[in-house]
């Protein structure tokens, strides 16, 4: 049974950063590639960040790209995103998502930036 556990989420101010976890199982891990979406209110659920199964290759959205950095370890089994120079345009619900899990979407984790 695959899943996508989400953590790390919280309240910040403007200019801080929070790192969010993915804790994976069910499926092998190293072979596939994973991603971190977000999902405003009122908005679609849109790509954020991406990373090989190797860990290798990664690659952002114009919207974060030099203040998110994606990761991988494939020992743990975990895809983290650390987001620095957060903004409140940054708040969103964050779920993390593999190509290996199909239409499987799990709870995600609120990231809420206000002053």
């Known amino acids: 049974q695959v899943q996508l556990e989400e953590s790390g989420g919280g309240l910040v101010q403007p200019g801080g950063s929070l790192r969010l976890s993915c804790a994976a199982s069910?499926?092998?891990?190293?072979?596939?590639?994973m991603m971190w979406y977000r999902q405003a209110p009122g908005k679609e659920r849109e790509l954020v960040a991406a990373i090989t199964g190797n860990g290798m290759k990664t690659s952002y959205a114009d919207f974060v790209k030099g203040r998110f950095t994606i990761s991988k370890d494939n020992v743990k089994n975990t895809c983290d995103l650390q987001m620095d120079r957060l903004t409140v345009e940054d708040t969103a619900v964050y779920y993390c998502?593999?190509?290996?899990?199909?239409?499987?979407w799990g709870q995600g984790t609120q990231v809420t930036v206000s002053s």
């Open positions: 069910g499926f092998s891990f190293s072979s596939y590639g």
């Open positions: 998502k593999s190509p290996a899990v199909g239409l499987y």
